[in-house]
């Protein structure tokens, strides 16, 4: 199972950037698929996720701002960010959650595609 993620870049605050990402690979069936940005020398923590058990959640610092959808054929996730301030700056994980194989369930993560805000 790959994750691929894509989109970033350097915005001003008050702009808007939009990440992807693509699961590939076999697999039966995902669960959770979500963002969890890191800044330096912080931990990843969640900022959305949508999950057939759990609906969709956001973190209270980008309520109102982002946006997660979830392609559920393609097994894509995309988070929409508006308002960007710099205190969102950080690479974003891309993370898939409780991902069923024929042989075993796991979390996987892409690469980090990173967000920088510029005031």
């Known amino acids: 199972v790959q994750l691929q993620a894509s989109g970033g870049g350097s915005v001003q605050t008050g702009g808007s950037s939009r990440l992807s990402c693509a699961v590939s690979?076999?697999?039966?069936?995902?669960?959770?698929l979500g963002w969890y940005p890191q800044a330096p020398g912080n931990d990843r923590e969640l900022v959305a996720r949508?999950?057939?058990?759990?609906?969709?959640s956001y973190a209270d610092s980008v309520k109102d701002r982002f946006t997660i959808s979830r392609d559920w054929d393609k097994n894509t996730v995309d988070l929409q960010m508006n308002n960007l301030r710099p205190d969102d700056t950080a690479a974003y994980y891309c993370?898939?959650?409780?991902?069923?194989?024929?042989?075993?369930?796991?979390?996987?993560w892409g690469q980090g595609t990173l967000v920088t805000v510029s005031s």
């Open positions: 690979g076999t697999f039966v069936k995902i669960n959770t």
């Open positions: 949508i999950s057939r058990s759990f609906g969709t």
């Open positions: 993370y898939a959650g409780q991902v069923t194989t024929v042989r075993s369930t796991d979390d996987y």
